[in-house]
């Protein structure tokens, strides 16, 4: 052998280098939000979305963008919430646009003091761009948006920051980025690629089995009344709490207004009539759960070969069978599909399937390491965070496992 490929450690690099790495990296992109239903990128921003999640009734109707950009974000709904909506557009040095990310900030201090929600709504990348920062600059740039918007409603007196001197600290709030993504299939690739994207990034799926979420119908409430067929889709929901990424759970408190101030936002669109039996039904699970404990569960994500197993605790067919059964025309047509037939057919299928990804993951080499203390992260903290015990197919952990028992931090 005449030569070989030299691997980096990230422990290695001084705080400056990432930065410099970073910049390097951004500066082929330029991000712009657009504050104006009248911008020229309008159009074009929401074109890309409704093409994207539009047919699935997953998107907001077009007046109703229109209306989040021209509204007052300073003067709260009639229960207290403060919203504020954003749509981002990314170009290339070309000029050509490249990746959209809409959303929402959330806030009521009637429902918890100091939490601040960013909901991530939507986000498309177009395929001359993935694979580059740019995914990761519009998973995280609503927060920087986040900071702007407590900043300016505690000036205005309208919230009191824990501590308004503290911007690097979220001024003393709890900021949670909270997104929504349809639960594992293996026959969907996309699936396992956008779970290990966030299973990355730190985030944690609020157990179903306490928090069965459903997106409601964004269709056109006329034409849902009129066909009589209102499709809630029954979505996991992905949080990643700032600065605490690494508890095992979530006080009730939080998932309560998590879930209120979501429908809060969908309320700004959708009919009441088709509101209130998906948000009542986590709100009645999380009561019912307080009784026993005063947390739900955050079941981590996936983040490469290793643990991929953590994907059958998502496994969306299963997730159906438990938590979802009669709740939505999507719940019972999924359920009635191929996948119970593949199941019924191969008992195995769940485990082959994940062991085809697991061999395509470790097919690719990894050139970049995060410390020369195997197992370790670049901040020193066990990688992954913690073995999760084996589980029956496709189950979630109950509160006897060891990953999520009353310890507060999976670290």
Not at 74 to 100: E, H, K, M
Not at 188 to 206: A, K, M, N, T
Not at 297 to 309: F, N, Q, S, T, V
């Amino acid at each position: 052998m005449s030569k070989r490929r030299i691997r980096l450690c990230l422990k290695d690099l001084y705080h400056q280098d990432v930065v410099e790495m970073i910049e390097r990296e951004t500066r082929q992109f330029s991000m712009w939000e657009i504050l104006d239903p009248s911008d020229p990128d309008f159009e074009a921003a929401y074109g890309i979305l409704w093409e994207a999640f539009g047919p699935q009734g997953e998107m907001e109707r077009e007046e109703a963008i229109r209306r989040f950009l021209a509204e007052d974000s300073y003067s709260p709904t009639a229960d207290g919430t403060f919203i504020r909506y954003f749509l981002l557009a990314a170009r290339d040095n070309q000029g050509r646009l490249c990746g959209v990310r809409d959303g929402t900030v959330l806030l009521n201090p009637r429902y918890d003091g100091d939490l601040c929600v960013v909901y991530l709504s939507h986000i498309y990348t177009k395929p001359a761009a993935r694979g580059t920062v740019l995914s990761y600059w519009l998973r995280i740039a609503p927060v920087e948006i986040a900071c702007e918007y407590l900043a300016e409603l505690h000036r205005r007196d309208l919230i009191t920051l824990p501590n308004p001197d503290l911007p690097g600290k979220y001024f003393g709030m709890r900021l949670d980025l909270a997104a929504e993504m349809e639960y594992f299939s293996p026959d969907e690739r996309q699936s396992w690629q956008r779970i290990l994207f966030y299973g990355r990034g730190g985030f944690d799926v609020v157990n179903p089995r306490h928090f069965p979420y459903l997106q409601p119908d964004f269709r056109d409430p006329e034409l849902i009344r009129a066909t009589g067929t209102n499709e809630p889709r029954p979505f996991m929901v992905l949080v990643r709490r700032m600065g605490r990424e690494r508890q095992a759970t979530m006080p009730i408190e939080e998932a309560s207004a998590l879930m209120r101030l979501l429908y809060d936002d969908f309320a700004c669109h959708c009919a009441p009539e088709f509101l209130d039996n998906s948000l009542q039904l986590v709100l009645d699970r999380l009561k019912a759960r307080a009784q026993l404990k005063n947390f739900v569960e955050l079941l981590p994500l996936p983040a490469g070969a290793k643990d991929i197993a953590r994907l059958k605790r998502i496994f969306r067919y299963t997730i159906f069978q438990r938590y979802y059964q009669g709740s939505s025309p999507v719940v019972t047509e999924y359920l009635d599909g191929p996948m119970r037939e593949k199941i019924r057919e191969t008992p195995s299928y769940l485990d082959d399937e994940l062991g085809k990804i697991v061999r395509e993951l470790e097919a690719r080499p990894m050139f970049v390491y995060a410390s020369r203390a195997k197992e370790r992260t670049w901040e020193d903290q066990p990688d992954p965070p913690q073995v999760d015990p084996p589980d029956r197919e496709g189950d979630a952990p109950t509160d006897h496992d060891p990953v999520l028992s009353s310890s507060p931090g999976r670290a």
